[in-house]
């Protein structure tokens, strides 16, 4: 079983429509929670950052811990065609040296 | 622009030859990693630095090689015994501490002729 499991998708939605992503984890050790984005044949960057359970949002984007389910989510309202990319979820287990575990990614389209 | 530069974009490898894939950073990060990506899988992790001199295995080192004489470098060599070396890699920096964020390069397409 992988550590961390990630649906690839692909997903496909229409223009403004809210998006949610989701990654279930097994080791209860992990305490960091990364979003990345990744364009097609580009290098991922971070979209969010989260430590322990609870919400963040930064704009259109709230990443959600549930760490009691072993579950995370990034939520995207108003989708845009500029957002259809490959959604990475990461984690660690904080302490010592910065080892992410990282999902398959998800893949998301939007379209006009 | 501070930011992680890997070259070629593209690189192509005859069997039984060593390709070395290039990883440069002006963001004065003490942390440096190689990751593969293959399509469907997660980013898995080969070596990484935390420091000028020193290098560790990640998760699926065998095959591959790296040095560390500079802070600002990491090459990555992908030896004639990675026997399945076609994948996207990507290198990544970070300032060293725990649970910082990694910051990434555009990728080298590595195939095999």
């Known amino acids: 079983q992988k550590e961390v499991e990630q649906d690839p998708g692909p997903l496909s939605v229409p223009e403004g429509a809210i998006v949610s992503l989701n990654c279930t984890y097994s080791?209860?050790?992990?305490?960091?929670f990364m979003w990345y984005r990744q364009y097609s044949r580009k290098g991922p960057e971070l979209l969010m950052y989260?430590?322990?359970?609870g919400n963040k949002e930064d704009g259109r984007f709230t990443a959600q811990v549930d760490k009691s389910s072993k579950y995370i989510s990034l939520f995207i309202r108003d989708s845009q065609p500029s957002d259809s990319a490959t959604y990475l979820c990461?984690?660690?287990?904080?302490?010592?040296?910065?080892?992410?575990?990282f999902g398959a990614g998800t893949r998301l389209a939007v379209h006009p | 622009d501070g930011g992680i530069t890997q070259s070629p974009k593209y690189l192509f490898r005859k069997e039984g030859q060593n390709v070395t894939l290039s990883c440069e950073q002006n963001l004065n990060h003490d942390a440096m990693y190689w990751y593969r990506q293959d399509p469907g899988q997660g980013l898995r992790l080969i070596y990484y630095?935390?420091?000028?001199?020193?290098?560790q295995k990640g998760d699926i080192a065998e095959g591959y090689s790296v040095s560390r004489e500079k802070k600002e470098s990491f090459p990555l060599t992908v030896t004639s015994a990675q026997k399945n070396p076609t994948a996207f890699y990507l290198c990544?920096?970070?300032?060293?501490?725990?649970?910082?964020?990694?910051?990434f390069g555009s990728g080298t397409q590595l195939s095999v002729l």
């Open positions: 630095s935390q420091i000028v001199n020193d290098f």
């Open positions: 990461a984690m660690n287990k904080g302490g010592g040296y910065n080892k992410l575990i």
């Open positions: 080791n209860s050790a992990f305490q960091y």
């Open positions: 990544a920096s970070s300032r060293g501490l725990p649970n910082e964020k990694l910051f």
């Open positions: 989260t430590y322990s359970s």
